[in-house]
């Protein structure tokens, strides 16, 4: 029996973090099934699920990582797979894109992902694209989720576009199809 | 996943460059709702049509706003009416655009097309009828669109039938001279017209097309001219083949959004697609204008010496980028130039850069030809004829879809202001050579034979 873990790790990003991770996951006979990482004005993120022998605990996998990676400022959270996906997974969507652009404000995504939550649209990718700094019209936030197709669309579009009206900024919802279309070959 | 990159450049090109879907035209045959009583033609026409279309305003609104890329124009083609409404004459043919007008209406597209003919080797009962019927058909209908096909590489040119239209586009010209000629706005004459073009005013359903079918045209000149501004300023050095395989790329993301939203919209419709028309089409606003790519390229503008040249670079860049973007290419497929419906392209002509043998020239190079031409009132037909010979000669002669969309304006001579009104648009009266004269060769008629297919400097 297999153990599986989710793994998070914090910390400056710098040469080395992921090969100091990976080959210490490696001695400890581990394997990851899957790895992805994303890097915030220089901070690094990492996320990994990984399956190993059951006789290491997440307790001995966070004292490995630690004695291995001290010089590097790491921190790690480790839990164990849950497994089960979420019922919301199972249901049939469309991604959409959707951009918001406007001035930069306290409580802009909060507010737009309320009306998301609201309609069981789920956000699966977030990017912020502020280019301009000054220049509020290019403050840009980019929301990529999945709409599910048993919901009134236009009410969803219409709340969407509400808020946006409240908060001064433009938005466009457009499925995301049209940029693969537009992009790509 | 999409790179903020790939997001930003969509929204610019809907936002700044004016980037839309400028035409889902329906198709639609006529062919079996023909019946000995024009009563009972007309009622099929118009069921046939309502019922088929009831959804298609509906449905392009729909797909484009899911998209984010509105659909500017719906519009119906018909099988020939020439055909379909074979056995009558001069006024059921009136009656039968009468009842196409009152059909667009109903189902709310801008224009419906197909008051058309196929005569490049002779003319039918029915052609001739049909013909006859224009002055009247296009003076009185709003959204009815007309073509005749005159001249083929197959076939050659019919001389008798461009006498014979001259004479009828002078004709439509004084029924509708409070509008300055619009109804000659409505009517354009081909050579080598294609089965399955979107666009306005050739837009009709060949015999060789399905029951329905959708087709679509692109647009994108303000992206195109974006996108060479943009390339420029960050390399003020680039050579023509950068830029040829610059346009070559934007044509080929513009086809593409054109492409999707056609194809969505025929599923929707339970309808076949049919193609995309990878045509760059201009309409009266700045930044939608294919005259103001020339003066992105370097040229002072449309109409010097080197237009012909840019044209061609142009015409053909897209061509590449556009059928490597769709499955399924047709229609006119080029770029347009068409006089008043480009503000840009008729400011070169009111300030004497571009003149109608310029613009002659530059159609053996593009998709289409001497388009949306206003000329003095008082050209007689035999010079008016000799212009659109001379049009459907080069369309002949090189194998391609040449076109002629000339509005002689009644009380009005060169150097005057013709308004046409929205897409239309408005231009300065281009002067003619021998507006007034006689013209002894056009006079001769009969039937220009096929030429060699062979030989082929």
Not at chain 2, 396 to 406: G, L, Q, S, V
């Amino acid at each position: 029996m297999l153990n599986k873990y989710i793994i998070t790790v914090l910390g400056k990003d710098r040469p080395g973090i992921i090969a100091k991770v990976t080959a210490e996951l490696y001695t400890l006979s581990f394997n990851i099934e899957d790895v992805s990482q994303t890097i915030l004005q220089g901070e690094f993120s990492g996320f990994f699920i990984v399956t190993g022998p059951d006789n290491i605990t997440p307790d001995t996998l966070m004292e490995a990582f630690q004695r291995s990676t001290s010089e590097l400022d790491l921190h790690f959270h480790i839990k164990e797979f849950a497994g089960k996906t979420s019922d919301w997974a199972t249901c049939e969507c469309e991604t959409y894109v959707i951009t918001t652009r406007g001035p930069d404000r306290k409580g802009l995504v909060a507010q737009v992902t309320a009306v998301l939550a609201n309609h069981n649209v789920n956000v699966t990718q977030l990017q912020a694209v502020f280019r301009g700094g000054s220049e509020p019209g290019k403050n840009i936030m980019i929301y990529e989720v999945d709409v599910p197709l048993d919901i009134d669309q236009e009410k969803l579009r219409k709340a969407i576009q509400t808020k946006a009206a409240e908060l001064d900024l433009r938005v466009s919802i457009q499925h995301k199809r049209i940029f693969e279309a537009i992009n790509r070959i | 996943m999409l790179t903020h990159r790939e997001i930003l450049s969509v929204l610019e090109m809907l936002e700044n460059e004016n980037l839309d879907v400028r035409t889902v035209t329906l198709g639609v045959s006529l062919l079996d709702c023909s019946s000995d009583s024009i009563k009972r033609l007309r009622t099929n026409i118009y069921d046939r049509i309502t019922h088929v279309a009831q959804r298609l305003v509906k449905v392009c609104d729909q797909v484009g706003q899911k998209y984010g890329i509105p659909v500017v124009n719906k519009r119906i083609s018909v099988s020939p009416i020439a055909v379909a409404a074979a056995p009558f004459g001069v006024e059921e043919m009136v009656a039968v655009a009468q009842t196409l007008d009152e059909a667009a209406k109903i189902v709310n597209v801008d224009f419906i097309g197909g008051f058309s003919a196929l005569v490049e080797k002779g003319m039918a009962h029915g052609d001739r009828n049909l013909i006859d019927a224009l002055p009247q058909a296009l003076s009185s209908t709003q959204r009815v669109c007309a073509s005749i096909n005159l001249a083929s590489s197959r076939a050659g040119i019919n001389m008798d039938a461009v006498l014979l239209i001259a004479g009828k586009i002078k004709e439509a010209a004084k029924l509708s001279a409070d509008h300055d000629g619009l109804a000659c706005a409505k009517l354009c004459v081909f050579a080598n017209i294609p089965q399955d073009v979107p666009f306005m005013a050739g837009a009709y359903l060949g015999i060789g097309e399905a029951d329905v079918v959708i087709n679509v045209g692109v647009s994108g000149p303000g992206v195109v001219k974006k996108a060479i501004d943009r390339a420029v300023e960050s390399n003020p050095n680039m050579d023509l083949r950068q830029l040829s395989e610059l346009i070559k790329r934007t044509a080929y993301k513009v086809t593409r959004a054109g492409e999707l939203i056609g194809r969505e919209v025929a599923d929707q419709l339970g309808i076949g697609f049919g193609v995309v028309d990878l045509s760059l089409a201009p309409t009266p606003n700045v930044g939608d204008s294919v005259g103001e790519i020339f003066q992105s390229l370097g040229l002072r503008s449309i109409g010097v010496p080197g237009s012909t040249v840019a044209l061609a670079m142009l015409n053909d860049a897209v061509k590449k980028g556009g059928a490597f973007a769709s499955s399924n290419v047709g229609g006119l497929s080029g770029a347009f130039i068409p006089v008043s419906e480009d503000l840009n392209i008729s400011k070169a002509a009111a300030d004497g850069c571009l003149s109608i043998e310029k613009l002659e020239a530059m159609t053996s190079v593009c998709s289409v030809g001497l388009d949306m031409v206003a000329i003095p009132g008082d050209t007689t037909v035999e010079t008016l004829a000799a212009i659109i010979a001379d049009e459907m000669a080069i369309g002949m002669i090189n194998k391609k879809t040449t076109a002629a969309r000339i509005i002689p304006v009644p009380g009005k001579k060169a150097g005057d202001h013709a308004y046409f009104g929205g897409l239309l648009g408005e231009s300065v009266i281009m002067p003619v050579n021998n507006a007034s004269g006689g013209n002894l060769f056009i006079r001769r008629g009969g039937l220009i034979p096929s030429p060699i297919h062979s030989l082929t400097n």
